[in-house]
């Protein structure tokens, strides 16, 4: 596709549901990062991977968050009996192997854990 | 964590005037990186410059990086009003991930 594109755009669950969050990355693309975003801060790294490696890992706040590739391609995050405060901007980005670190945003996906 | 700080938080300036953002950092990096955030929307990547290198222009864009005071200012020149936005700088430090670690970001209002 032309861009990143991350679904669902909005996400309100329960507290105690799990959810999943996609993330299909720009066609090439080796690299694929996810981050989040609370409210009035800059992104922080959660997780990264080289095709289907999971390299690192060490942004992931607890055992509750967990992320595969296992195509090399899309990406899902999901988050396990959710609580209030996981509630946050959930972003993805994608990079090119050939590009000097730019990486390329999603829209995001906005979770909302009531 | 956050990289380090962003100064301002806030800045509100008329069209046509310049805005400079200020953003220190606190280990060595191997480049810097600003981007933008519209309200509601994606993160854009503006520009980049790498540790060997002191200033660097795209457009209305110019960007400078003091390694020895781990810092670095975003200048935009003759400021429109859909420059406004969030305006966050990210480090790479040296490493395989090459994950970007963000400052907190400065708020940049354009009034027309």
């Known amino acids: 596709g032309a861009g990143v594109s991350q679904s669902p755009r909005y996400k309100v669950t329960k507290r105690g549901q799990d959810v999943a969050l996609r993330c299909d990355p720009i066609?090439?693309?080796?690299?694929l990062y996810w981050y989040r975003q609370a409210l009035g801060q800059g992104p922080e790294f959660l997780t990264y991977?080289?095709?289907?490696?999971?390299?690192?890992k060490s942004g992931l706040p607890n055992d509750r968050f967990s992320a595969e590739r296992p195509e090399g391609s899309i990406s899902t995050l999901t988050i396990q009996r959710t609580e209030q405060r996981d509630s946050a901007m959930y972003r993805c980005?994608?990079?090119?192997?050939?590009?000097?670190?730019?990486?390329?945003f999603g829209p995001g996906t906005r979770l909302t854990v009531t | 964590s956050q990289q380090g700080e962003e100064d301002p938080q806030a800045l509100s300036i008329q069209e046509g005037e310049n805005a400079t953002m200020n953003c220190s950092y606190k280990?060595?990096?191997?480049?810097l990186q600003w981007y933008r955030q519209n309200s509601g929307r994606g993160l854009v990547h503006l520009i980049l410059?790498?540790?060997?290198?002191r200033e660097k222009h795209s457009g209305r864009l110019r960007v400078t990086l003091d390694t020895s005071k781990k810092s670095s200012s975003l200048l935009i020149t003759a400021s429109r009003a859909a420059d406004t936005a969030s305006y966050f700088c990210a480090t790479v430090s040296s490493g395989s991930a090459r994950q970007l670690t963000f400052g907190s970001g400065t708020q940049l209002t354009v009034l027309p």
């Open positions: 410059i790498r540790s060997n290198e």
């Open positions: 980005a994608s990079r090119s192997p050939g590009q000097d670190y730019e990486q390329y």
């Open positions: 991977f080289n095709y289907e490696a999971q390299q690192d």
């Open positions: 066609s090439g693309h080796v690299s």
């Open positions: 280990t060595s990096i191997n480049n």
